[in-house]
Every structure is written in structure tokens, then in C-alpha cells.
């Protein structure tokens, strides 16, 4: 199956729960495009003791996950794409929804 799942939630738990979704959705040998959404652009910030949502996203990107940041969004927060999160378009949402089997939002 091939997963998507957009993120536009700043809640660490949730975040960090959208990202163990992505990892197990890895582990049974599905494909999983992450693509950050309005505030969900800042998730690689939202780390806590209790929600390393940091380490969640690594994972997913050591799996094969992919996971993509919305340009527009970073641009207004005056930031810009990192290795982990690199900026994209709506061009690419707009494709991770076309191709996926199944689309869920956080």
C-alpha cells in the first residue's frame, strides 16, 4: 500500500504519533510520503522528553519514508527547507494524494 499522511498539527504527541504511524506503516512494507502542512512545517522544533518526534522522523527517513515541507509555509515562517524536510510545492501534495492508496491527516 502506498500511505500518505499530511501533517499540519503542532501537538508533539500527535506529531509524533502521525511519524509512528509512518514507521510502522514501513515496517509491514508499505510506502509512506510525509508531506508537512501549514504549522506542521515546524515539527523538527516540537521535541519533548515524552515525544522525541525528532527521532520518529529519522526513523521514517531510515525506513525509506519520504518526508516533504511545504515551501509556502516554510517562507512565511522565514524559514527554509532542511535535509530531513526539504521544501517542496503543492504540486508535490498534490501527487502524494493522487498516488496514495490511503491519505490521513494529523
Known amino acids: 500500500m502506498k500511505l500518505g ?21 514501513l515496517k509491514e ?6 508531506f508537512l502542512l501549514a504549522k ?5 522544533s516540537l ?5 522525541p518526534v525528532t527521532a520518529q522522523m529519522q526513523d521514517l527517513l531510515a525506513r525509506g ?3 516533504l515541507a511545504c515551501g509556502s509555509c516554510l517562507k512565511i515562517r ?7 524536510c526539504p ?4 504540486k508535490d501534495l498534490y501527487e502524494i494524494i493522487r ?8
Open 47 to 51: 521535541d519533548t522528553d515524552q515525544f
Open 87 to 90: 521544501l517542496s510545492t503543492m
Open 78 to 84: 522565514n524559514s527554509e527547507g532542511t535535509e530531513m
Open 99 to 106: 498516488d496514495s492508496d490511503k491519505v490521513v491527516s494529523f
Open 40 to 44: 506542521g512545517v515546524e515539527c523538527e
Open 65 to 67: 519514508g519520504k518526508i
Open 5 to 25: 499522511i499530511i501533517i499540519y498539527a503542532t501537538d508533539p504527541e500527535t506529531v509524533w504519533n502521525a511519524f509512528r504511524l509512518g514507521v510502522f506503516a
Open 29 to 34: 512494507g508499505d510506502q509512506v510520503h510525509v
